[in-house]
């Protein structure tokens, strides 16, 4: 019992003070076996109605309901200056079980936060990746996968691997990525078709944070749905007072979270989850912009789509049905031969005169 209770309950429970005529003996174990303390104190509350135990002076008092020695008991623990405590004060009630079946496992308000957190998608239902590339081609230019990092909403690791390019690399770009050619073809590495299949498994119906997202999808040569994208990189709330460009993963970190990243190499489990933290810090005012943003595109989408159908058949039948009047026919004017001869010559002068 003593293993099950802490101090502070056991001694309420089976303490002197309040419960002076039950014995330290009847809470602990007995012969092996733990005593039901609730029946102890069911069996002790069913005494107190039935005899009207009372404490006083020298000892422990008994009477029976309505007699003459229960008001003497009463008088005299009014005259030693002690209350003698009701007859139901130590009751238990007979609804226990079902009160404790009604105990919330959570807090009230830790509850309703963890629901609305639900609702906004910071759950399961969210998911960091980044990648880390290394320079194939001319002078390594061109940038192929090397490592894909993709994290749970509480950081928890769920792809990390090397991945060996099918391209030959001029640049493994050390000093960033800290990928070197033993890297690439160590135990463990899979090839480009296999993390292109874990990552898209990964992140399927999912929302992906990431900073610049776009590099990481055009390595893995993947697309993903733009209303379940939040890059960190664009969000306009997470750049600092006085950003106009594109702000780095390493400054945000530092504005932010007050933390330094990037010193030394990149570590693509590490950008993750801080790419995760900061959507954390603005996600109630993202998903709030994003829903906004979702419904307005919808009520555009119906307005365009609400129109009347136009009968082509009703408008051809109308165009046969037009008939259009008579050519109004040219007068011809009868000039004498002469007459036309110098009207001919007048025009052909004025087309000469140049202006």
Known sequence: MHSTFPVFIRVILCGRASLPHVAL??????????????????????LRQTHGIADADDGVLSQKHGGAAGGATRE???????????????????????????????????????????????????????????????????SVLARVSIVDSEGKVLLDKYVRPKERVTDFRTPITGITGSSLFREGVISEDEARELAAKAMDGKIVVGHSLQNDFQALLLSHPHVLIRDTSVYRPLRPPGQKKTPSLRKLAEYWLQEKIQEGTHDSIQDAKTALRLYMLKSKAWEKQMRSAMQHHTSIDDEEDDGEKVDRTSLSGAKKKVKKGPKAKKKKVDFPTGEVAKATKKKKRKRAVPR
């Open 25 to 46: 003996s009847d809470c602990r174990m007995k012969d092996g076996k733990d005593v039901n303390v609730l029946k102890v104190l069911k069996k002790d509350a069913k």
């Open 76 to 142: 005299s623990g009014k005259a030693a200056g002690k209350p003698v405590p009701p007859a139901h004060q130590f009751f238990v009630s007979q609804n226990w079980k079902t009160l404790i079946q009604r105990r919330p496992d959570v807090a009230p308000k830790a509850k309703k936060e963890a629901l609305g957190q639900k609702v906004l998608g910071i759950g399961e239902n969210v998911v960091a990746m980044d990648c880390e590339m290394v320079g194939v081609g001319p002078n390594g230019t061109r």
